[in-house]
């Protein structure tokens, strides 16, 4: 008999995206009224959304066993890697606000990154899971496992976009963890990425005014710190319950994009504090459940996949909030389910029509 998928998983992340949903007409009404409709941005992110649920329903459908193949898992590879040099190539990859991080098919626009991180959870899930596989050795077992995600990570900073390429190691670094590497070995090659970082962060001109700018934004505030000090003023105005749903102000062409990269913000400034709080909630549920089933999942590979699904929304939740609330310097990382793009939005529930079809294979509760 088929088991079903789990609840836990299901009900979280259906209730991520209607409330992402909501919030977003919340944050992109007033500027998509340029565009001839307030629901303008709601209406592409239902087709991103329609877009995922047909790639849910395909994905549920097969035996997610038949992707630990070599010529699935290094095709999604290659294509993710070819559409990342694409991406680099001047006149190729499409230039907005001072970053090259899109191609353009048709009236559409498709960011590679976005297909990148769900390719390298799938390279690790068979690599880790692969027999004779010993993460335990540095040199011979764990060292060749960072070659695709650090030719990837490095491919990205070319856009430029450190938090979507900081998450592609932060993950491969937690499935490593989680396949039994150890810790002291992982310590390593975090101190060789946060070298990395840092160097890359302090190597131009722009990049270190916008690090200094996230630690005192308000110094910064009519040019590199702009954006996080009204990004903190719409918190402040939410106080504890928020202006309510709609009505704050920030939006009304004070916050840059509040609809995409800092529509936290948004939730901040008219939800309140609570508000914040119980968003926060809905992706913790769904974390936890996420690696209940990577827990339970019999199949080392399920279990790495599922594992690693779970922790690159977990960890972009992390880092979006952190930049919003200021922890972290600014730099372009969508809040999942939550920020408009429907490229995200699909491949998103794309992968997580995966994680639910893992969750038929675990161990019932």
């Not at 191609?103 to 559409?108: I, N, Q, Y």
């Not at 499935?175 to 101190?191: P, Y």
């Not at 730099?331 to 038929?360: C, D, E, H, K, W």
């Amino acid at each position: 008999m088929t088991r079903r998928v789990d609840r836990g998983v299901l009900f979280s992340f259906l209730l991520l995206v209607l409330t992402g949903l909501v919030v977003l007409y919340a944050a992109s009404y007033y500027n998509a009224q340029d565009d001839g409709s307030a629901l303008s941005e709601v209406y592409s992110q239902l087709v991103g959304i329609a877009a995922g649920a047909a790639m849910m329903f395909v994905i549920l459908r097969l035996d997610y066993r038949k992707l630990n193949q070599p010529a699935v898992v290094m095709t999604l590879v290659g294509v993710s890697v070819v559409l990342l040099i694409l991406v680099a190539i001047p006149g190729v990859g499409r230039m907005l606000n001072g970053s090259r991080r899109w191609l353009r098919v048709g009236p559409l626009s498709f960011q590679p990154s976005e297909l990148a991180k769900y390719a390298m959870i799938l390279f690790l899930a068979r690599a880790l899971s692969a027999p004779g596989r010993d993460v335990r050795r540095f040199f011979t077992g764990l060292v060749p496992l960072f070659v695709v995600p650090g030719a990837m990570f490095m491919l990205i900073l070319l856009q430029p976009n450190l938090s979507t390429a900081g998450s592609i190691l932060i993950v491969a670094a937690v499935m490593v963890l989680m396949a039994g590497a150890r810790w002291l070995h992982m310590g390593l090659v975090g101190v060789a990425g946060a070298a990395l970082g840092t160097f890359y962060a302090l190597s131009e001109d722009y990049r270190r005014a916008r690090l200094m700018s996230f630690r005192d934004p308000f110094a910064y505030l009519t040019n590199e710190g702009y954006q996080l000090s009204q990004s903190l003023m719409a918190f402040g105005s939410g106080g504890l319950f928020g202006m309510g749903l709609g009505k704050g102000r920030q939006k009304y062409a004070f916050l840059p994009y509040p609809e995409s990269d800092f529509i936290f913000a948004v939730v901040g400034e008219d939800l309140g504090f609570f508000g914040c709080v119980a968003v926060l909630a809905m992706f913790a549920a769904f974390v936890f459940f996420g690696l209940r089933v990577a827990m339970r999942c019999q199949d080392r590979f399920g279990s790495l996949l599922a594992g690693g699904i779970t922790a690159m929304i977990g960890v972009q939740c992390v880092l979006n909030v952190a930049v919003v609330i200021g922890l972290m310097p600014t730099t372009g990382l969508p809040l999942p389910f939550f920020s408009a793009g429907g490229t995200s939005i699909s491949i998103i529930m794309g992968a997580v029509g995966l994680l639910l079809n893992i969750s038929r294979d675990a161990d019932p509760i």
